[in-house]
């Protein structure tokens, strides 16, 4: 199966002629066969099959100390009720963003816990037209 990994924008020399963040991610995603997050305000998520996607919705406060950790949380907490890695590291990412847009300027890495139930919510009511959100 794939895995999921998350990287800052320092990747390895040898993808250092690449031109932009897209390109890096999909070349880093097809040679460790795995979805790749790269992190910033435009984060980049690929896949090793070539899908991309940019996410544009982090705001400059998720530079802080442990909200890293943070997103990964979510993504694993995605992948283990069953989202494939390429959709569980893109929601993953969305969540992040909007929690912390939320809590707004000041943000610590521990704020964001208290941000997520109010995203998921917000996502689940978007999605009552098609039915009930899962609850576990």
Not at 14 to 27: C, G, I
Not at 95 to 115: F, N, P, T, V
Request: one cysteine or more; proline letters at 5%.
């Amino acid at each position: 199966g794939e895995d999921t990994l998350s990287l800052h924008d320092a990747l390895p020399i040898y993808l250092a002629f690449l031109k932009n963040k897209a390109e890096k991610a999909l070349k880093a995603a097809a040679e460790a066969g795995a979805v790749i997050v790269l992190k910033g305000y435009d984060t980049v998520i690929a896949s090793p099959q070539g899908d991309l996607i940019i996410n544009a919705n982090a705001p400059a406060t998720l530079a802080t100390a442990g909200t890293g950790d943070i997103l990964a949380g979510l993504m694993v907490g995605l992948l283990a009720r069953g989202i494939p890695p390429f959709q569980a590291a893109a929601a993953g990412v969305w969540i992040h963003g909007q929690a912390a847009s939320r809590k707004g300027i000041g943000l610590i890495a521990e704020d964001m816990l208290g941000e997520i139930p109010a995203v998921l919510q917000f996502l689940c009511a978007l999605h009552e037209s098609k039915g009930p959100c899962e609850q576990s």
